[in-house]
């Protein structure tokens, strides 16, 4: 046999399992955009709209809590319900943004009663881990399952700043008591930097989830991730939202099964926070339009109430971090109606909200407190209409 | 969760490795003055060695793993080459595969890089590289090049099967952490080192066997005149 005919074979060979892969697709998550013949496109897992949600209970709820931990600069926090009226906390902090001490910090709510934090991930911890070198870490998002088994996204630094960020992956299956090692995700062929992430996920049907998350390096656009039910980093793979530098740091928000919004930060002159569908499950997207409200280069975060209204929270001004507001939008984004401030004081800063809607229709709003402290405001939704203008 | 059974990493510590052993060869060769040319396997294992050795808890290869989502086979098999031309061999790659290599890695930086970094209003083709059919183009330029007799063409015949078992094992064996096609193929350093490459100029082809001088014969002699 000659040297050509023995590539020849091989080459057969290589074609018979491509083929094989083809129709027979192993590891990707199944629904995902980056979708392999005999793929169903991918469907989101929403419940049902309840027109009467949140309507039952009556009395208002709302409640202010503080977290604080033992450093100096805190940051982007976000939320999980891994049992029902359970919360966990999530958030960065150390002697400043970007410093080399900082470290991912944890929390969990039973009883009303935030736990003292600890921190869970630091650039020690992780370089251990990953067996690399990693010299600081960031933005984490924590998220669970119907399980409870609790999953932390979170960014890790080898080189420069914010741009040169890879996303990791850990997970817990006893309540944050331990994790498992940090297993770095390959995103991005450029030296896989630039990923990063701040709001959390929406899960797919038949397990799995999508996770937004964004890009900026020369670019500054978002993207989604798709993650499989085991959040297994091997068959893990992102898609395209948009590019360019129009807007980043996106909010996704399933509507049905197929329909989503996503809200983002602005990326350009432009202060105004983006909005841009998709009808089929992700795959496509509509070009990002303005929404009328403004953004001041800050993250926004959006959740999607019972009833299908959207609920957003975001600093309402073009320019400052010095107060956080929500509103609601009760025709998929089309139109908005601001609702009550949370914060507003001049010079401060109330930035990075993340909404979660808990399994009881309750809402649970963390946010960055003056760089101090995380805070978390919980209200249900008697509270939010009491104090939205009422529609003639 | 994923269990490795080597090192995520192991390309790319093969890969420093080998960039180790070709440093250390040049300068023995330097400090020698080409007396010597040290043995291939006593370089390989110091500079491994030098490489794996921890420092600050991370070894040599940690660090540039960590700075990078590994490198491409193809680079893989120019340092390769580079390190057995170092040490004295004659190294498995012809001038024209050089620059196969290449062009290839040039073609491909092109269709990817600015796409995937989000300059412009193009499609991301770094996604592609999650499909099914990026592989079976690769394979139609692999036979291509194959036909040519490009030792290209056996890399990528290396580079597909790496890539197959990697994705087939939901990356249980390692070697590389992306089970993206376009990781295995170019990376940013191959797209440099291809510039000068793709240029590089040829030895005219040799001619063909058939067409080789032949053995003079006399010519024929006039019978001679009555």
Known sequence: MTRQNLGVLCLGLILAVSLYRWFYPLGTPRSSPVRRSGHSAPRFRVDPVDPKSGTSIVAEQHQVQTLGSSVASVHVASLCEPKPGTLAAVWYGGTREGARDVAVWFSTRTDNQWTEPVPIVTAETARRELGHHVRKVGNAVIFSDDTGRMSLLFVTITVGGWSGSSLCIKHSDDSGKTWTPSQRLVLSPFFN???????????????????????????????????????????????????????????????????????????????????????????????????????????????????????????????????????????????????????????????????????????????????????????????????????? | MTRHLLSPTLLTEALVVLIATWLLAGILRLALRGKTVPRLDGMICAAALLVLMPWKGVSAAGWVAGATAGFSIPLLALVAHATGRMLGYRGFLRTSDLRDIGRGGLVLGVLLYPSALGWGPWEDTYQFGWMAYPDLLCVIWTLHLLRKGSHLGWILVLTLAFWLVQTLTGNRLGLMESTNLWDYLVDPVLVLVSIPLAFLKTDPEPEPRHLEAQPQTPPEQAPPAA
């Not at chain 1, 105004?272 to 303005?290: A, H, N």
Request: hydrophobic share 40%.
């Open chain 1, 193 to 392: 930097i630039s990923e990063l992430v701040k709001n959390g996920p929406t899960k797919l049907e038949g397990g799995g989830w999508v996770v937004p998350i964004y890009h900026e390096l020369f670019g500054k656009f978002p993207e989604l991730l798709w993650l499989d039910a085991t959040g297994n980093p091997a068959t893990a793979v992102r898609s395209r939202v948009f590019g360019g530098r129009t807007a980043f740091q996106p909010s996704l928000v399933a509507l049905d099964s197929t329909h989503a919004v996503m809200l983002c930060r602005t990326a350009s002159s432009q202060r105004d926070l983006f909005l841009t569908r998709t009808r089929d499950g992700g795959f496509s997207w509509s070009p990002p339009e303005p929404t009328g409200l403004p953004n001041s280069d800050s993250g926004i975060d959006a959740v999607r109430l019972g009833d299908g209204r959207l609920l957003l929270a975001f600093n309402d001004t073009p320019d400052g971090r010095a107060n956080l507001r929500l509103a609601v939008s009760a025709d998929a984004g089309k139109t908005w109606s601001r609702g009550p401030f949370v914060e507003k004081e001049p010079e401060a800063e109330f930035s990075y909200p993340f909404l979660l809607r808990a399994r009881d229709g309750s809402i649970h709003l963390a946010y960055t407190w003056k760089r101090e402290a995380i805070r978390v405001v919980s209200f249900n939704i008697p509270w939010l209409d009491a104090r939205l203008p009422q529609s003639p």
